[in-house]
């Protein structure tokens, strides 16, 4: 397995199931780092269902805002860093636009310094928002502004990006 890779596709398109089954498949310690909050009843059954699709041996951090703290502290507390497993960047920088601008340059920086500097294994997993329609308002514009940016900066530090398309790979960089 690549040490960094990025797992990019649409909504329901298989991505998560294929970061799933890439990290177990590299034989390491997995650590699942989830973005995601119940912010309601049907988010809450999204959460449990995917905790309970996971190996029961895998580590889980639950974190919305700060994941470049996760990574800090994933690659200090062993010599042998886990692979992180991020689920998902779309959930993150909706997150993070709610937490105001500062927080939102700040996390965002910081993440993108982490995942570079990460010595051990990191998938994570995002929405591809680029092939669908222009939002109807300025904060859905800004969203999708963002997590592209975003995907393209991860996207130049990963050494391997594919795209689930149907649950299907499509490699875009890599091997």
């Known amino acids: 397995m690549a040490n960094k890779l990025l797992?990019?596709?649409?909504?329901?398109?298989?991505?998560?199931?294929?970061?799933?089954?890439?990290?177990?498949?590299?034989?390491?310690?997995?650590?699942?780092?989830a973005t995601a909050t119940a912010g309601?009843?049907?988010?809450?059954?999204?959460i449990t269902r995917h905790q309970e699709q996971r190996p029961t041996r895998w580590g889980l951090v639950e974190e919305p805002l700060q994941l470049a703290k996760v990574l800090k502290d994933a690659q200090t507390e062993t010599a042998n860093p886990p692979l992180l497993l991020i689920d998902c960047m779309s959930l993150w920088v909706s997150n993070l636009l709610f937490a105001g601008d500062e927080v939102f340059a700040r996390e965002r920086e910081a993440f993108l310094n982490?995942?570079?500097?990460?010595s051990g294994s990191v998938v994570v997993v995002t929405n591809e928002v680029g092939l669908g329609t222009i939002g109807m308002d300025p904060l859905t514009r800004r969203f999708a502004d963002e997590l592209g940016w975003l995907n393209q900066a991860l996207a130049q530090r990963?050494?391997?990006v594919v795209m689930s398309v149907a649950g299907l790979p499509l490699v875009l960089k890599g091997a």
């Open 114 to 118: 982490a995942v570079e500097h990460y």
């Open 40 to 46: 309601d009843d049907e988010m809450a059954q999204r």
């Open 158 to 160: 990963c050494d391997e």
């Open 7 to 33: 797992v990019i596709g649409g909504i329901r398109s298989g991505k998560t199931a294929m970061a799933e089954q890439r990290a177990q498949a590299a034989g390491e310690p997995v650590v699942y780092v």
